[in-house]
DNA sequence: TTGAAATACTTTCCTATCCTAATTAGTTTG
DNA sequence: CAAACTAATTAGGATAGGAAAGTATTTCAA
């Protein structure tokens, strides 16, 4: 549809389009929970969830952010309840981080609520579109592997 | 492969899949062009090429930022020559914003360098694989359409 | 035709986020 | 035991974006 700049392979071109389409669908995602957790603060969140309990220092990794970031982010959602430190006694100075319940509540909701945008949009879809859906699910998932060389 | 929270459809499932590769596979993207331009600002400028010139109201309902924060971002990109500023005679309260040759030059560029991230991982890809995503995009692309039913 | 209201943008000031550098507390090693 | 190292924190600063108020211009009603 639009004359886009000349592209070099087809490889191009189906990056220049799948960019356009995961951009977008990301941010209709995002503005889809104005939730009262800043992004930082539910990723976290997502990552103490996923990777079990995690140190402070482990965090800020994952999460791609500066230590002391991380330090404020942990003291904020520990203050909601959302996640409990544990002082580890065999080296009193790493702190683990943990989901609380609460926490694995809010976590749930929050991914049901944009969930259920996108399942609303994948009913109006047939099983054989969906099946497409998914079999690039798997493919994208693999692109983003990192243990794929090059960066 | 994590067990994810109990799921009630399987639309809700491919839902939380696809949810999750494409909120990291933008994020990936995202950082993947560190460039000299908030993502405000590249936003900005490329409404501005896609929906050629604009008032800066209207930039700043595009964009959902507030009119003093779209004074701000267009003044910086008019500082780079990325666009010009031109007051409309008939009404000299308003003034339109457009691109200039160099604005439209890094934006290509700019396409350019982040598809090249994408290309790379496709060329690893066969071509049935490709096509799969090629179908995946088609449909994600109808999903985004609000033509569509229900917001 | 002129004052009041409306409109388009700008200026000012405040908040939130995330950074770097320096500090504190705890652990390991020579 | 002291020096070096490590984990987390505190202090301070940069930047993006918003709300409220201000300025310039246009429109409308009496």
């Known amino acids: 549809m639009l004359p886009v700049s000349p ?3 087809p490889e191009a071109e189906l990056a220049s389009r799948l960019r356009l389409v995961v951009t977008r669908l990301a941010r209709r995602l995002r503005t889809q929970l104005p939730g009262e957790l800043s992004p930082s603060q539910l ?28 330090t ?3 003291a ?3 203050e909601q309840g ?7 006694p065999n080296d009193r100075r790493v702190a683990r981080v943990e989901a609380t319940p609460a926490g694995l509540a809010f ?15 994948l009913r109006a879809l047939d099983d054989e ?19 794929v060389r090059g960066s």
């Open 7 to 9: 592209t070099t392979s």
């Open 43 to 70: 990723a976290t969140l997502a990552s103490v969830e996923g990777l079990g309990p995690l140190t402070l220092g482990e965090l800020s990794s994952v999460e791609r952010v500066t230590p002391p970031t991380m």
């Open 72 to 74: 404020k982010i942990v």
């Open 76 to 78: 904020c959602l520990e």
């Open 82 to 88: 959302l996640v409990s430190r544990t002082v580890d």
């Open 107 to 121: 976590l749930a909701a929050s991914r049901q609520q944009k969930d259920a945008y996108l399942a609303q949009r």
């Open 129 to 147: 579109e969906r099946a497409s859906i998914e079999r690039a699910a798997e493919l994208l998932e693999w692109i983003l592997d990192d243990r």
